[in-house]
């Protein structure tokens, strides 16, 4: 098993149990700290360009393209991916596999520890994964594995990952991109 | 909803798995005309299930899901039972109730989408077992074919409580001994399917699951009139081989023996049911 998560193997692996609540609007989080939108960017930026394995976990409300803010955000995040020089695992469907998932092509709710050790990723983006998937997936992986997680949420942001944007739409994006870009401009990457 | 919700972007094309891109381009979403003939050369909505190997329940489901008639604007709701381990392997939305709730569940489904969506046809179907339908669910079922709800009923009747080790329900024949009833039951087996003329359903089929086209037209022609004049019932016999004492090469053999004792045909068609299905068959629908 990988190293255990900040908040260690424990019955209780909600950040709610510790007293943290998702940010106000205009705000982010950040472990347990509230920050404008843009630190929280660079940060997330940051972590993202420097820890091993780097990646992005697309979910359904992103990979299908069922509205026109979908198609906007599917070019976003393959911007974003190419910028941060992260991998992407698709988190297309939230079935239970058997005999069990192949941790190089996909990540389950479920089960999303085992594609994190597989991977031995240290930092990754849930993004258009449905809120409450998104909630039991980023327990599991706080719990049980040393990933720094980061919730970029369309609504009101998820106070068990490492660090959460809220209100994350295509110009948002966009915005986060640039950032990003000039982030991994002074890292040199 | 619409059928856009299984087009992948283009820009994730190449990270998701070839199954997932084989249903979006082979699956038989948006089809005018699907079928059970689509089993053998299109992508299917259950590939892997987790029921026992032979199952006939296993394969009644996919006659079913082939005959539905649009699965993009289909919602199953399920009940607890052994059909309910198959639920989370369909690649169309599926709702879990409470054992024994699905109709009280799906007559609210139904009821929103026809609210929220009142120029599409929203299909609502129920599949559960005969514990969930002809025992614990009793009341709610016949509660939603009385008020007319425009659902669709169907059970898949094993006659027994087969994943929680065979105990009887009210659906096994009477004198039938099983592990957990080894006494033998001493009442006769509930007529669900006429229960279901007596509480209003506008048709009513009871018949077994080993003819694939006879279940793809009844499932078709249920939903067609769930859909226009009110509810609609299917009784099907899905055998539990291993509570039987069968291996998994005897289901289709039993189902076929009953198709001359206890599930030997039974179809009632209302009145304004049978017009209806004329002038389906005149459009071409069926």
């Not at chain 1, 424990?10 to 404008?36: C, F, N, R, S």
């Not at chain 1, 520890?113 to 997936?137: D, E, M, P, R």
């Not at chain 2, 018949?207 to 006879?214: D, H, I, M």
Request: hydrophobic share 40%; aromatic share 8%.
């Amino acid at each position: 098993m990988a190293n255990l998560g900040p908040a260690y193997y424990a019955p209780y692996p909600v950040a709610t149990y510790d007293g943290l609540l998702t940010p106000p609007e205009g705000k982010a989080m950040l472990l347990t700290d509230i920050v404008d939108e843009e630190v929280a960017m660079r940060e997330v930026a940051r972590v993202m360009l420097t820890s091993d394995n780097a990646t992005i976990f697309p979910g359904p409300q992103v990979l299908y393209a069922w509205s026109e803010e979908a198609k906007k955000k599917a070019t976003l995040i393959k911007e974003m991916s190419e910028v941060l020089n992260a991998k992407m695992i698709p988190m297309y469907d939230y079935r239970p596999k058997y005999p069990k998932i192949d941790p190089e092509v996909e990540i389950n709710p479920n089960h999303p520890n085992l594609t994190i050790w597989h991977n031995n990723i240290k930092a990754a983006i849930f993004i258009g994964v449905h809120c409450h998937y998104a909630n039991v997936a980023l327990k599991i992986v706080r719990s049980e594995t040393d990933c720094y997680t980061i919730g970029m949420c369309a609504l009101s942001g998820h106070e068990d990952a490492m660090a959460t944007i809220r209100d994350q739409h295509a110009e948002d994006l966009a915005r986060f991109i640039e950032i990003a870009k000039e982030v991994k401009q002074e890292l040199g990457k | 909803m619409s059928v856009d919700i299984y087009k992948i972007n283009p820009e994730f094309r190449d990270i998701m798995p070839k199954d997932i891109l084989d249903l979006e381009d082979n699956a038989t979403w948006g089809a005018e005309k699907r079928g059970i003939s689509d089993l053998t050369d299109k992508k299917e909505l259950l590939e892997e299930h987790s029921l026992c190997a032979g199952c006939p329940e296993a394969a009644a489901l996919r006659y079913i899901l082939t005959a539905i008639p649009k699965p993009e604007d289909t919602i199953i709701v399920n009940s607890t039972g052994c059909t309910s381990l198959m639920f989370p392997h369909i690649a169309l939305h599926t709702v879990h109730s409470l054992f024994g709730n699905q109709n009280a569940v799906a007559s609210g489904i139904k009821r929103a989408l026809t609210w929220r969506f009142p120029d599409k046809d929203k299909d609502v179907v129920v599949l559960a077992g005969d514990g969930a339908t002809v025992d614990i669910g009793l009341d709610y079922t016949l509660q939603s074919f009385f008020r007319q709800e425009k659902i669709t009923t169907i059970c898949f009747d094993n006659e027994v409580y087969a994943n929680t080790g065979g105990q009887e329900s009210g659906s096994t024949p009477k004198g039938q001994v099983f592990k957990m009833a080894p006494k033998g039951k001493v009442f006769d087996k509930v007529p669900m399917w006429e229960l279901a003329v007596t509480s209003g359903c506008q048709y009513s089929v009871k018949l077994t699951a080993s003819a694939p086209k006879a279940v793809a037209r009844v499932v078709r022609e249920a939903i067609f009139i769930a859909r226009e004049l009110g509810p609609t019932y299917i009784h099907l016999y899905t055998p539990c081989i291993l509570e039987i004492g069968l291996s998994a090469s005897e289901g289709l053999w039993e189902m076929k023996e009953q198709d001359k004792d206890r599930f030997v045909s039974f179809k009632y068609v209302s009145p304004e049911a049978e017009e209806f299905l004329k002038q389906c068959k005149k459009e071409g629908r069926l």
